[in-house]
């Protein structure tokens, strides 16, 4: 198995903020208040929550995060889609929920494509032979307010399918494998605009990663404020890279860890983020959107 390259793009000196983290919300082992506390041992003075189509941990969080006395700035990971790539949308320093409120309208609807795609690709291992039950991957997805495919991953690895939960991904359910459903992805556009809606900024997540690299010159005529220079899978060229795309077109650099939890191998949280000077750089930029 050739080892994937991870440059591990990082910026300069201590990370200060971590602006991208998963708790049991989405698809990471930890509670929001867990991963707060987390982020409190690692040093870091401020983070953002970022869940996969949820913003249902950002209450527990932003409480804890008083406690431990860490600037939080309430976020969402959308799935969105630009071009037929799969692009995932940042949004940092959400507004409380309102009345109506048009983002979380939104959200219900994907968690309901997401509940149906999760049963979708049950039953597609159920067809391959596979001996697994829906109990089995609600076990995983406990009191998650998102499940997804992680979720489907960590039970076909428990009950002993696969030998890891990347295997789960390689054998059956990654894109093109025999189990795979596609997930209904909003348009880019839309995630913009929910997004603005509730008062946030949104970034480019990851954009090394996956088809997203080449269509960024596309994706940068939507009206974008930030991208996620620094990620652990961007290499440090690609992050230089980023950075100066971000400085070339007048947006901010965001970057954090993408870490899903202690109950994972990547345990990432405050490896990467900002550091001091960039996240001063980013509240001053937020002061005027
Ligand atoms: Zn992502
Ligand atoms: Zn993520």
């Excluded at 459903?181 to 997540?205: C, D, F, T, Y």
Aim: charged residues 25%; aromatic residues 4%.
């Amino acid at each position: 198995m050739t080892k994937r390259r991870r440059g591990f793009g990082r910026p300069k000196g201590p990370i200060y903020a971590d602006l991208h983290l998963h708790s049991n919300q989405s698809d990471g082992t930890d509670s929001p208040a867990e991963v707060v506390k987390r982020a409190a041992a690692k040093g870091l003075k401020a983070i953002a929550l970022t869940d996969h189509d949820t913003t249902a941990g950002n209450a527990e969080a932003q409480e804890a995060a008083v406690g431990e006395g860490i600037t939080f700035l309430p976020g969402v990971e959308v799935s969105a889609e630009f071009d037929l790539v799969e692009v995932h949308i940042l949004g940092l320093r959400l507004s409380p929920v309102q009345e109506n409120d048009e983002m979380e309208t939104r959200l219900a609807e994907v968690l309901e494509d997401r509940i149906t795609r999760t049963q979708l690709m049950i039953e597609k291992l159920i067809e391959l032979g596979v001996q697994i039950g829906e109990q089995d991957v609600a076990q995983e997805i406990a009191g998650a307010a998102s499940p997804g495919r992680l979720h489907v991953a960590r039970a076909l690895y428990r009950i002993g399918v696969t030998n890891s939960v990347q295997e789960a991904f390689t054998r059956f359910i990654g894109i093109g494998k025999p189990a795979y459903v596609q997930k209904n992805r909003m348009p880019a556009m839309e995630a913009i605009e929910l997004i603005h809606g509730r008062g946030g900024i949104a970034s480019i997540a990851h954009p090394g990663i996956g088809g997203v690299h080449k269509k960024l010159r596309g994706l940068l005529s939507l009206p974008l404020d930030a991208v996620e220079v620094w990620h652990p899978e961007h290499s440090v060229g690609q992050s230089a890279e980023y950075g100066i795309l971000v400085r070339e077109n007048g947006l901010i650099a965001t970057g954090g860890s993408d870490d899903h939890g202690s109950k994972t191998q990547r345990k990432y949280i405050g490896e990467t983020g900002l550091n001091e000077s960039a996240f001063q750089t980013l509240i001053a930029r937020l002061e005027q959107v």
